[in-house]
């Protein structure tokens, strides 16, 4: 396989950008390969050299998004205070929480993209295969954190995660619930030796 261009690269971080707009404001089937060009300033063919179909674009959105919740969860705690639990609960994850999906765009196009792959058997799948590669990644930052914090969790991380997913859907679909979030982390997360 050939290595992707510092240009197709941004070509595909426009579409995929576009995509989050278009997505959000019109929906997924609403939307045509034509105007995701449009708003990104490209072709057809500049998709189609990037992506299959559709499907295929919503997994590249996953994956950006995968890929800024990640930076955005390193920027939180990394200004984190040696083993200050409090900080980390209630000034590093709400700001946390705060950076996901930043625009009502945004929240629309996760929920579109979870609502399409109900009724489409095969973006379920890859959906479920993208959970399953994701959920490591979530657990090792989540273990470092805990050990630099002299925290453990009372659930087993892969619940642990799939906790933080719902709360991720409810804001999706609610906007900020610090209270909601702050309420669970703490039921949670306990300091000390296990």
Not at 76 to 89: K, R
Not at 106 to 131: G, S
Not at 144 to 163: K, M, N, P
Not at 167 to 188: N, P
Request: aromatic share 6%; with cysteine; charged share 25%.
């Amino acid at each position: 396989m050939s290595e992707t261009t510092p240009s197709r690269e941004a070509t595909k971080t426009r579409l995929i950008e576009a995509a989050i707009e278009e997505f959000g404001e019109r929906g997924i089937d609403a939307t045509s390969v034509e105007q995701l060009c449009e708003r990104a300033g490209f072709t057809r063919g500049a998709f189609y050299s990037n992506f299959q179909t559709k499907d295929d674009l919503c997994i590249a959105v996953l994956e950006y998004n995968r890929e800024q919740i990640l930076q955005q969860l390193a920027v939180a705690f990394s200004a984190e205070p040696e083993g200050d639990l409090d900080w980390a609960l209630n000034v590093a994850l709400p700001g946390f929480f705060e950076s996901l999906n930043p625009t009502m765009n945004a929240r629309l196009t996760m929920l579109e993209i979870r609502l399409r792959a109900t009724r489409v058997p095969e973006l379920q799948q890859r959906l479920k295969d993208f959970e399953s590669e994701t959920k490591p990644k979530m657990e090792a930052i989540l273990t470092e954190l805990a050990e630099s914090l002299g925290a453990h969790f009372s659930l087993a991380l892969g619940d642990l995660i799939s906790v933080a997913e719902a709360i991720y859907l409810h804001q999706l679909l609610e906007g900020d619930d610090d209270r909601l979030l702050k309420a669970t982390v703490s039921a949670l997360v306990t300091t000390g030796r296990a």
